[in-house]
């Protein structure tokens, strides 16, 4: 018997995303004939988050403060995504970056599966993105990049506070239509 089938399947959406001094700016309100004004801010100083979101049970991991973005670092990121879901065999669904294809991130216990090309519209965790950069939308961050990066943990952590807040932000619905398939195909398998 295949090890897949030995072990619990667990679909993670896996994407980095870059954070940093320059100002995020966004829409907001202002009185009728007033224009909002913010301060802006142009430091050239950034880091990156690297997510994995369950969109089946909203359970995610998250590593931040990387400097840059690369294969070494995605690679220490599996590994701590493996230590957390040890007992389960992972399915990596991620983008076509370069840095994702390399043939040292193949690990046991581990699938990776490629999302069409230019198609970012079919990972959730970019939807999980946009609601970070809404805490940080219209602000500096004087303070520096720590004070940018203690805002998006909180952000993570508000966010990350209900499992099914999270499923409803991330659950797209075809992917419960290919989860509910693939575990009716594992059940008959595993019957044989």
Avoid at 61 to 83: N, P, R, S, W, Y
Avoid at 95 to 115: C, G, N, T, V, W
Avoid at 131 to 147: D, G, H, S, V, Y
Wanted: charged fraction near 25%.
């Amino acid at each position: 018997m295949p090890e897949v089938v030995k072990k619990p399947l667990r679909v993670l959406f896996v994407d980095e995303m870059r954070y940093g001094l320059i100002s995020n700016t966004r829409k907001s309100w202002s009185k009728r004939g007033k224009r909002s004004v913010y301060k802006q801010q142009h430091e050239y100083i950034s880091r990156y988050l690297y997510s994995a979101i369950d969109p089946i049970n909203g359970e995610s991991f998250h590593l931040m403060g990387f400097d840059d973005i690369c294969t070494k670092h995605i690679e220490l990121f599996l590994k701590a995504l493996q230590e957390k879901f040890s007992n389960e065999h992972l399915v990596i669904v991620w983008d076509r970056a370069p840095f994702h294809r390399p043939k040292q991130l193949q690990k046991e216990h581990m699938s990776l599966i490629f999302l069409p090309s230019y198609s970012p519209q079919l990972n959730p965790v970019e939807r999980f993105f946009e609601e970070i950069r809404k805490f940080t939308a219209n602000k500096i961050f004087p303070e520096r990049i720590t004070a940018l990066s203690k805002t998006i943990e909180d952000a993570i952590g508000e966010l990350c506070q209900s499992l099914e807040a999270l499923k409803q932000l991330t659950g797209y619905q075809w992917i419960f239509e290919q989860w509910k398939r693939i575990s009716s195909q594992r059940a008959l398998k595993c019957a044989c």
